[in-house]
């Protein structure tokens, strides 16, 4: 039940350029995705880096723990809907601009260690 998550909609960027800064911290624990986004040269990391960090207080408003025991369960960027602009081009003729947007989810959940450990221990108790 320590799932935790941000939204971010509507970025003004293509959902694959974000996808790229994701994919490098998906999986990984917070901690060390910070140290990636914090560090990365690409222009989607900053906003990657506040949503993560928004997804961490809200974990924090759930119950008390640390940012060192969760890691990053589910980010994923979805299109969203794109800006259209209309340039003119040669003989009278017009070309259209697509402004592309996206909507980013990170989801944050507690390492799989301390659950198995947290289950295992109730086990005992009850046994015993």
Known sequence: MSVSRAHLHSMRQSARKVRIVLDLIR??????????????PRRSAEPMLKLLKSAVANAGQKEAGGARNFFVSRAFADQGFAFRKVEPRAMLRHGIIKRRTCHVTIEIDEMAVRKAGKTALAGAEVKG
């Open 27 to 40: 999986g990984k624990s917070v901690e060390e995705a910070y140290r990636i986004l914090a560090f990365h």
